[in-house]
């Protein structure tokens, strides 16, 4: 009985021997002398936080159909992911892996700022590998810790805090409440907020601070307490999943009608339309990138294909992976030649196309991409079933980013 | 400093959020007194019971959505648990309980993956009935309407459990079985089944906490593991398997956190874990009686 087992098994597995031999014999045989350009991602594709990861990877996708019908010196860009599961210890090792194993040209990801940051520092800057960060928003990785190989397309905490400062001096309010959540993003948020924000507007008042654990799920407590301190505007430094948490708690104790807050991407659909119609209007957001803002006939084409393709409108982690298949395809071709450093030294300067129409430049002396800004409040609109940004007003991209000379400062410590 | 009104809202919200509490860290005190399971995939549970909830609202639209979710989904989750339990658990209940530990906490990393494939990673959502929208003004401070409905809902469980307990058979059953498994089984009660009817009880307070937090919180993935450190650390401090311990464990739990924050916004993550390590020190077994 067992011996008969054994045979039937060795006769399926002799024709699938042959299959594999012949099947990597015609992938060797292929012609070799105009190489395809090998992006390695790692990001996490696992979890809540694959929201976002799969969304880049879609526009990354989708941003290189049009590319590899052209192609890029000759051959094609060619790409692998690695599931980071949100870990820094994992993210490092794949991101060796892919480039001691898999010999990737550049590397790219990944919304975890921990992982970015320790893939910056242990595989992009000792082994020299170009390495773009597409989604995680901590400033330190284009800003204190930032180094000739690393690049951003993402906004990030120094951006999103500037673009809030900048879009609350111009409101009336003077006492502020700042809340959030209690880890690095949150305080990177609020300092970047407050310290632009009190700059520009030196007679704010900060009246009292509240920070909850990450993942809080009931903020309500948190919210009738900023209540009874009557504060006239309140900054809101939370993300992700809190995020929701935070809307609806808003909208649930009346705050939303009664303070105005901002939260930076609070008017990201990503956020707004799980809830509907249940979310609070009159939240004041900032964001890089919308799919309804600015009416473009540019950003009109982006959000068809990408709805066609993947069945939802684009996000903002789409716009950043857009732009980043363009920063690789144009970076090459301005190199000439598969080469790291040349590579390295194309993308200085390099303006490629927004996918809403203009261009985006990497700035030349952080390797930040330098986009526009959007500060918008969420309201209901007949043409959508879910809450969106209203009364949108555009920040340029070089008026909320720090300086060259601050990010020199920075990088001097 | 403060006046009324902020004292007596923090007071409210932070004794609904209790109530919550209390509906999930009942079912877990249970199956921690009856069947000395210390089961971390609980909070899996629970988030079975949210996502179930929001399944449930996207099929029947409208209020009747929102009151069926509440009756169907921890019957959902029962049914998860009830196949878990004659599959799974009912071997494994004379093991020590580090293996029960590991267990139930690779049973909860495994849930974890099924509520991503079956529910996908995104966000998700549900709206209360508009008869809790919206909050009321109380001395000046608003309060979410929702949170006094939880506020009836909470009393309303620990009374039925009560009566379950100690006025049905099984609920007797349940208790003996607790104290001395052999004695009950010596008396020609099929000790296997209390057991599976204990687990699927504590199970469906699970997925009823589940589905009376999702339209308070976004129902995501990681929900699970908020909370299970909580509940374990609240049904510690109230007393292992003692249900009214659970009642105190939230009600300390709930009512630090909400007036924490008003006195100390800053710090305000540590006073309901500063109230366990107090608790712990001066009553080291819980604040009631323990039965294990």
């Known amino acids: ?413 | 400093m403060f006046d009324l009104g902020a004292l007596g809202s923090q007071f409210f919200v932070g004794l609904s959020r209790a109530m919550i509490l209390f509906v999930v860290c009942s079912g877990l005190s249970f199956v921690l007194g009856v069947l000395r399971v210390p089961n971390i995939a609980h909070g899996s549970l629970y988030m079975i019971g949210a996502f179930s909830a929001y399944s449930i609202t996207k099929l029947v639209a409208g209020p009747a959505g929102f009151w069926l979710a509440l009756i169907l989904a921890p019957v959902v989750v029962a049914l998860v648990s009830f196949v878990a339990e004659r599959a799974l658990f009912c071997h494994l209940y004379q093991r020590e309980h580090l293996m029960l530990l590991l267990f139930t906490f690779a049973l909860s990393l495994i849930l974890g993956d099924l509520v991503k494939i079956v529910w996908g990673a995104e966000y998700k959502s549900i709206m209360a009935p508009e008869l809790f929208n919206g909050s009321v003004s109380v001395m000046g401070a608003s309060i979410p309407r929702y949170n006094f409905f939880l506020l009836l809902v909470g009393p309303l469980v620990a009374v039925a459990l009560w009566l379950f307990t100690n006025k049905t058979k099984i609920g007797k059953i349940a208790r003996a079985a607790a104290v001395d498994r052999e004695m009950v089984g010596a008396v020609g009660i099929n000790v296997s089944w209390v057991f599976a009817f204990a687990f699927v009880l504590g199970c469906f307070l699970a997925g009823l906490g589940g589905a009376l937090v999702a339209p308070t919180v976004s129902i995501t993935l990681g929900m699970d593991h908020n909370l299970i450190i909580e509940a374990f650390l609240i049904v510690t401090i109230g007393g292992l398997g003692n249900m009214w311990g659970a009642m105190v464990g939230s009600l300390i739990f709930g009512l630090t956190q909400a007036f924490g924050v008003l006195f100390w916004p800053q710090f305000a993550i540590v006073f309901p874990y500063m109230a366990v390590v107090i608790v712990l020190i001066w009553r080291p077994t819980g604040m009631l009686k323990s039965v294990w």
């Open chain 1, 1 to 413: 009985m067992v011996k008969k087992c054994w045979s039937s098994r060795k006769r399926i597995f002799v024709p699938v021997l042959g299959l594999v031999l012949a099947l990597s014999f015609t992938l060797m045989s292929a012609p070799a002398d105009a190489r395809n350009i090998k992006v390695g991602i790692i990001d996490c594709y696992s979890g809540p936080p694959a929201v976002y990861g799969n969304d880049a990877l879609n526009g990354f996708k989708l941003a290189l159909e049009e590319i590899n019908k052209k192609g890029v010196l000759g051959g094609k860009i060619e790409f692998t992911t690695r599931d980071t599961k949100f870990k820094v210890d994992i993210g490092l090792n794949l991101a060796k892996e892919l480039v001691m194993r898999e010999n990737v040209d550049v590397l790219v990801g990944t919304i975890n700022s921990g992982v970015a940051l320790a893939v910056s520092d242990a595989v992009s800057k000792k082994e020299k590998i170009p390495f773009i960060v597409w989604i995680s928003k901590d400033e330190k990785i284009t800003g204190a810790a930032g180094h000739r190989y690393v690049f951003s397309t993402a906004d990030n905490t120094a951006q999103g805090g500037k673009a809030g400062g900048v879009g609350l001096a111009k409101k009336p309010y003077k006492k502020y409440w700042i809340a959030g959540d209690d880890y690095s993003y949150g305080h990177a948020i609020a300092d970047s907020a407050w310290r632009n924000l009190k700059a520009l507007k030196p007679d704010v008042e900060k009246v009292g601070e509240s920070w909850w654990k990450i993942g809080e799920p009931d903020l309500v407590p948190y919210f009738t307490s900023i209540m009874s301190a009557k504060p006239d505007a309140v900054i809101l430094c939370t993300g992700g999943a809190s995020m929701t948490n935070a809307l609806k708690a808003l909208k649930s104790t009346g705050m939303a009608a009664k303070i105005p807050s901002w939260i930076h991407t609070a008017i990201d659909h990503a956020v707004l339309k799980p809830l509907g119609a249940e979310a609070p209007e009159g939240v004041m957001g900032t964001i890089q990138y919308l799919f309804y803002y600015p009416e473009t006939p540019e950003n009109k084409a982006f959000v068809d294909a990408f709805q066609k393709a993947y069945g939802n409108p684009p996000g903002f982690p789409a716009f950043n992976a857009y732009l980043t298949a363009q920063y690789i395809a144009d970076g090459f071709r301005k190199a000439g030649k598969i080469d790291k450093e040349k590579f390295v030294d194309a993308l200085e300067g390099l303006k490629v196309k927004n996918p809403v129409g203009g261009t985006v430049e990497m700035r030349a002396c952080d390797h930040q991409a330098v986009f526009p800004m959007y500060f918008g409040v969420t309201k209901k609109v007949p043409q959508y079933d879910f809450v969106v940004a209203s009364d949108v007003t555009t920040l340029k991209g070089i008026d909320v980013l720090p300086t060259c000379e601050e990010i020199k400062q920075s990088r001097k410590k």
